[in-house]
């Protein structure tokens, strides 16, 4: 197994921690004291030279508190407006928190469409590195109020997978109202135990996992492997910890094995490649046989016409597309040098023919290795 985590927080400089709503939440309001007691955490961790880059759920938590609701309203535009609420409420508390410590925080409010283009997304990345650079804590949370389910991240987990790899952090750590991955979902097993270190996020890891999360969070231990698994893949380590835990942060900084390491890939994928396989929308499916998706996935290879089985969807030249093998598994995500259209008229074919049948042959690839990111490797 590989614990490496005492050696990560050595050499670690950016930080990205998540806090969930469960952990935000107290008596169906705002969880105050939490508020106080992370933001100090993090100060500390900034007073010894760290960047930290917060993501912070709890939006819809402040908002029901600040009017007075039970819980949450079913109608969108209503969660909506509790949430913007609640946004300002939250943002308030860090704002009195961190200045406590003598610190500035900033809000960011991002919607995925922010992150899709990749004009968009190097302006984000330029924003937060700038916030860095002044010393001032950003933190981030997804705009509930205009996300609609075409642009919407849909949890934090991911939210903060993206962050972790826009800002090319060296950890990530997800801390929520529990200690860690169980074998087993806790809450209706009691036998369940907590698996310290992941060294890979095989089907078995996937399977632990239920997606039903607590009274108020989204997403359960699902989301958090399916962040773990982008960032890992990215070389990135993640940790996932009770926040509860008093001076958590300080602890897991100096090597406490706390929680579920979720140990890196040993190469750090460049900034673009993380952009292509975890941040992009993907238009379509391209479905590759079995020989391909081991040359592309254990060998480094361009994706050509003849691996190509199917082809779902319609997109044009230059989008991402997601790449799977004949069981469905997603492979990974490429941009893609030809349209579904044409796709569809040279699967199969040699490389040679492709000029034959399209009358023109701009590239020898569906997807040179450049453009492609493998999320998923085949046995
Ligand atoms: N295998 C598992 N190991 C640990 N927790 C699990 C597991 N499966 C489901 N859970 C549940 O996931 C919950 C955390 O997810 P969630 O409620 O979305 O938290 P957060 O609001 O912090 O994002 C835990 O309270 C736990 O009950
Ligand atoms: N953006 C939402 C949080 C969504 C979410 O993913 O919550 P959680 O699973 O608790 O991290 C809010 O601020 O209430």
Not at 124 to 141: G, K, M, Q, Y
Not at 302 to 314: F, K, R, T
Request: glycine content about 8%; some cysteine.
């Amino acid at each position: 197994m590989k614990d490496n985590r005492r050696s990560c927080f050595k050499t670690a400089r950016r930080i990205v921690v998540k806090v969930g709503s469960n952990l935000l939440t107290k008596d169906n309001g705002l969880n105050v004291d939490f508020v106080h007691a992370i933001s100090r955490q993090i100060c500390i961790m900034i007073d010894r030279g760290l960047q930290v880059v917060l993501v912070s759920s709890g939006s819809m938590a402040a908002g029901l508190r600040k009017l007075g609701l039970a819980k949450r309203p079913e109608e969108i535009p209503k969660r909506q407006a509790v949430s913007a609420v609640g946004q300002a409420s939250l943002i308030m508390e860090y704002e009195k928190a961190f200045e406590a410590c003598g610190k500035k925080v900033a809000q960011v409010l991002l919607t995925s469409d922010g992150l899709y283009q990749r004009k968009r997304y190097l302006n984000a990345r330029n924003t937060v590195h700038t916030l860095l650079s002044w010393h001032i804590v950003p933190i981030i949370n997804e705009n509930d109020t205009v996300s609609i389910e075409e642009i919407k991240f849909g949890d934090n987990d991911t939210l903060s997978a993206m962050i972790a790899l826009l800002v090319n952090a060296d950890i990530l750590i997800n801390l929520t109202d529990i200690d860690g991955l169980y074998n087993k979902d806790p809450r209706t097993n009691i036998d369940a135990e907590l698996i310290p270190v992941v060294s890979t996020i095989k089907k078995d890891i996937e399977r632990y996992a239920s997606d039903i999360p607590g009274a108020l969070g989204t997403g359960g231990m699902m989301t958090k492997i399916r962040a773990a698994r982008k960032v890992n893949t990215a070389g990135i380590p993640m940790i996932i910890a009770q926040g509860t835990k008093p001076d958590i942060l300080i602890r897991l900084l100096e090597g406490e094995p706390h929680g579920t390491y979720f140990a890196p890939k040993s190469h750090k994928m460049t900034n673009r490649k993380c952009w292509i396989g975890f941040t992009t929308k993907p238009r379509g499916v391209i479905r590759i046989d079995d020989g391909a998706a081991k040359a592309i996935t254990q060998n480094g290879k361009s994706l050509l016409p003849a691996g190509i089985v199917d082809v779902i969807g319609e997109f044009g030249a230059g989008s991402p597309v997601e790449f799977t093998n004949g069981g469905g598994e997603v492979l990974g995500t490429g941009l893609v040098n030809y349209s579904a259209e044409d796709i569809r008229k040279i699967m199969g074919l040699k490389t040679s023919e492709i000029k034959r049948k399209l009358g023109e042959k701009p590239y020898d690839e569906i997807i040179h290795r450049d453009n492609l990111t493998v999320v998923w490797e085949c046995d």
